[in-house]
């Protein structure tokens, strides 16, 4: 069974910080997908980036990066000198592949609310 | 980028009418679909795989007769939730995904997410 834990329910840091977000994730599976989604108070899940298992390079993005680590089943987000906007509940996800390429149902974790005080 | 939309994007209705959430890919074909459920400052969990001509796969715990899915053509999945009752009340999400490319993985295959139906019933 796969299994996504987000251990910190609410994060809130002032404005300009940096902040990291956990993910640790349970799979038996030696293929699977990891992502992770940003969700505004309109709700609707924005995409940030997915990370295939067998492809371990960190990502940076503007002011997100990634850090995946097999080793300990860890895949975090942090936000360099946040803002106001990054202020949302954000989603680690995990999921298997199918046969004909691609994703399956995604399992979430709990999620984490970041709050950025101006 | 690849669109989803659903319709209605909030609903109330009565206990033990039925309601139907439409999901629909707009600029691509989606021979899988997924419907999740969130309760409010909760996690989103998936109900069902909907696959296009088929019978939809429903995760354990989740009851088929009360929800219904209907993957008619490649752009439409439709969940209609029958007899609704108060604990029902909760933000649908469908999300869609591209046909995989033969041979493996791509970039871009993925699941692209509606935004949400808000079900409330009284």
């Known amino acids: 069974a796969q299994k996504v834990t987000q251990a910190q329910t609410e994060i809130s840091v002032v404005e300009k910080e940096d902040v990291t977000l956990d993910c640790v994730y349970e799979?038996?599976?030696?293929?699977?997908?990891l992502f992770w989604y940003k969700q505004p108070p309109s709700g609707e899940l924005v995409f940030l980036i997915r990370?295939?298992?067998?492809?371990?390079q960190n990502e940076i993005s503007g002011r997100y990066s990634w850090n995946f680590q097999k080793s300990t089943s860890s895949f975090n987000f942090t936000i360099t000198a946040s803002q106001v906007v990054d202020s949302a509940v954000y989603f680690c996800?995990?999921?298997?592949?199918?046969?004909?390429?691609?994703?399956?149902?995604?399992?979430f974790g709990k999620g984490t609310h970041l709050i950025i005080q101006p | 980028g690849a669109v989803v939309s659903q319709h209605p994007s909030r609903v109330i209705c009565k206990s033990g009418t039925s309601v139907k959430i439409e999901c629909r890919s707009l600029?691509?074909?989606?021979?899988?679909m997924f419907w999740y459920r969130q309760f409010p400052k909760q996690s989103l969990m998936l109900m069902a795989t909907?696959?296009?001509?088929?019978?939809?796969?429903?995760e354990q715990g989740v009851e088929k007769d009360k929800f219904l899915i209907n993957h008619a053509s490649l752009t439409l999945s439709t969940l209609t939730v029958t007899s609704a009752h108060p604990e029902d009340s909760s933000f649908y999400i469908c999300?869609?995904?591209?046909?995989?490319?033969?041979?493996?993985?791509?970039?871009?295959?993925?699941?692209?997410f509606g935004p949400g139906t808000r079900l409330t019933v009284l």
């Open positions: 909907s696959n296009e001509g088929s019978k939809a796969t429903y």
């Open positions: 999300s869609a995904r591209p046909p995989g490319l033969a041979g493996g993985t791509t970039s871009t295959d993925t699941q692209y």
């Open positions: 799979t038996r599976d030696t293929t699977y997908y």
């Open positions: 600029d691509f074909q989606a021979t899988t």
């Open positions: 996800a995990l999921s298997e592949p199918y046969s004909g390429g691609g994703a399956d149902g995604l399992t």
């Open positions: 990370r295939n298992s067998f492809d371990e």
